[in-house]
């Protein structure tokens, strides 16, 4: 079935972009995760107010989604609305740049379209919220499908802005991006020297260029300086990605990769992804055994070796991330490459009926994890969870309009979660001191209009912030920290819970180098450190 009409073409781009968008923001309303859910909450209104990441607060990964973030507050208002619109837009630039891709090389718009949707199903609703490894992945998969432009159509727009989606995707997190990266960098030296394409080399070039004036104005205007950024976003991370890889001792237990290296940690786990990648492999030998007799190195062969190591990529990061799965949208865009390489390189008498299979096996897959990660909130742990029992978090605030509040360590009784968050807001905002707050739910200083001096994005001992004796960077860490205390003349610390002892691991006495503070509790999941007590 091929349609050539451009006005189905531009129909099934609007519904694309309505349905990616709704989606998202539907299944984004269902559920929550604190420490995941709000990670760009505070973080974006800090922007809005002046502050900066890195400088203001420690982080590991996403500044370009806090600047992201910040301007959607700035457009939309200070809401959950807001915050949702953000995801959701990047699920529909996935999707829909996905569509356009396909549609330069195979003229089937309807397998474009079912491919495009299966991505706007399996990309970002499984989150929902604005997250990093979502949006690297999505910006990493751009540079992939800019690059496989760039070398077909040979059009100087691709290579220029190659350079800048690699940036971007690095910027929101460094993995999967750096891995990709790394990929591009090999490829496209790869295609300079052997395919002579020098004419492009000077665009690419002025893209690269353009990346670095981009990085100098921003440690310029933010005032963020070289040292702090490359000790936060390039060698804390690597230590962490490192340790997980060799398995360390102080390495998130479900994220150490010797624990993930079985047949159904691996094979059985990304079955379909792997599908689809045998299926191109096959196709590439398929291609060099036709043509072994006048064997020559193509464009062709070099853009499916590419795909097959960004999988590959892919796949190993995703065994030393700590969440749940968040690739299998590669499911649908592997399914879209195997077609347009099957048409480019083979003659397939049935291939009409082949590629009807694989739209099958694509529809399938999707369908049924829609059903585990969308339906039943898995990657937001809440699978077990019975979701009709949600509530409408407005009654925590305006602010939070059609959110439907459950998190897996409230699910039997989440009014109670609200309302223990709702007097703990009201006795944070009733203290007159200078505060400083340490939480998991990351929209306090929102709600209260109110500098809370938050130290971090994220709180995970070793693994978004050094906390061990013997970690290498946790003398600078405690320095910023009691910078900050000083700095700001913080009198007071409220750390706020989201589940019971989730913050014993923080060694107050160690980290404040003093034994002259006092501990009050208040109610269930707050409690402060009143500094200064000493006699």
């Not at 984004?28 to 760009?40: E, Q, R, V």
């Not at 353009?210 to 390039?234: A, G, N, P």
């Not at 099957?342 to 049924?368: A, C, E, P, R, Y």
């Not at 912030?465 to 860490?477: A, E, I, M």
Request: with cysteine; aromatic share 20%.
């Amino acid at each position: 079935m091929i349609i050539k009409d451009t006005p189905i073409k531009f129909v099934f781009k609007f519904f694309i972009i309505l349905f990616a968008f709704y989606i998202n923001y539907y299944y984004a309303n269902k559920g929550l995760y604190p420490i995941d859910t709000f990670s760009f909450f505070d973080t974006g209104y800090y922007i809005t107010e002046g502050q900066h990441p890195i400088k203001d607060f420690w982080i590991i990964s996403g500044i370009l989604i806090d600047y992201i973030q910040a301007l959607f507050f700035k457009i939309f208002g200070l809401s959950w609305r807001s915050y949702v619109f953000h995801a959701s837009l990047f699920n529909v630039i996935i999707s829909l740049f996905f569509f356009y891709f396909l549609n330069q090389f195979n003229k089937n718009l309807f397998y474009n379209f079912i491919l495009s949707i299966s991505v706007a199903i399996l990309c970002y609703p499984i989150i929902g919220t604005p997250f990093p490894y979502q949006h690297s992945f999505i910006i990493s998969t751009i540079s992939i499908l800019i690059f496989y432009l760039a070398v077909f159509k040979e059009q100087k727009i691709f290579w220029f802005f190659l350079p800048l989606t690699m940036l971007f995707s690095f910027l929101c997190m460094q993995l999967p991006s750096g891995i990709i990266n790394l990929f591009l960098i090999i490829f496209i030296i790869i295609y300079f020297v052997l395919f002579n394409k020098k004419k492009y080399l000077k665009t690419f070039l002025t893209g690269s260029v353009s990346c670095l004036i981009l990085l100098f104005l921003y440690f310029i205007i933010t005032k963020v300086t070289f040292k702090d950024f490359y000790t936060q976003i390039i060698l804390f991370p690597l230590d962490v990605g490192l340790g997980r890889i060799t398995s360390d001792d102080k390495a998130f237990e479900a994220a150490k990769l010797a624990n993930k290296l079985t047949l159904r940690g691996t094979l059985g786990h990304f079955k379909f992804i792997f599908l689809f990648l045998f299926l191109n492999l096959f196709l590439l030998i398929f291609y060099i055994k036709k043509n072994f007799s006048n064997y020559k190195f193509d464009q062709n062969i070099l853009i499916n070796i590419f795909i097959i190591f960004c999988t590959l990529g892919f796949i190993f990061h995703q065994l030393i991330t700590a969440n749940q799965t968040f690739i299998f949208s590669l499911i649908p865009i592997l399914c879209g490459f195997f077609i347009l390489q099957l048409d480019q390189l083979v003659k397939f008498k049935k291939s009409n009926m082949f590629k009807l299979f694989l739209i099958g096996v694509v529809i399938f897959s999707t369908f049924k994890y829609h059903l585990v990660y969308n339906e039943k909130r898995k990657f937001i742990d809440l699978q077990n969870v019975d979701l009709s029992k949600s509530i409408d978090a407005a009654i925590l605030d305006n602010r939070f309009n059609k959110l439907k509040w459950i998190t897996p360590n409230y699910n039997k009784d989440p009014n109670k979660e609200l309302e223990l968050i709702k007097e703990s807001i009201d006795i944070i905002d009733s203290n007159k001191l200078n505060k400083m707050l340490i939480t998991h739910y990351q929209f306090f200083s929102s709600f209260i209009g109110a500098n809370l001096n938050i130290p971090n994005r994220w709180y995970y001992p070793n693994n978004t912030f050094p906390t061990s004796k013997n970690h290498k960077y946790l003398d600078d860490y405690n320095k910023r920290f009691l910078k900050k205390i000083s700095e700001k003349n913080i009198q007071i610390i409220y750390v706020v819970e989201s589940r019971s002892g989730e913050f014993n691991f923080i060694n107050f006495e160690n980290l404040l180098k003093t034994n002259c503070f006092k501990k009050e509790n208040y109610n269930k999941i707050i409690y402060s450190i009143k500094l200064n007590t000493c006699d």
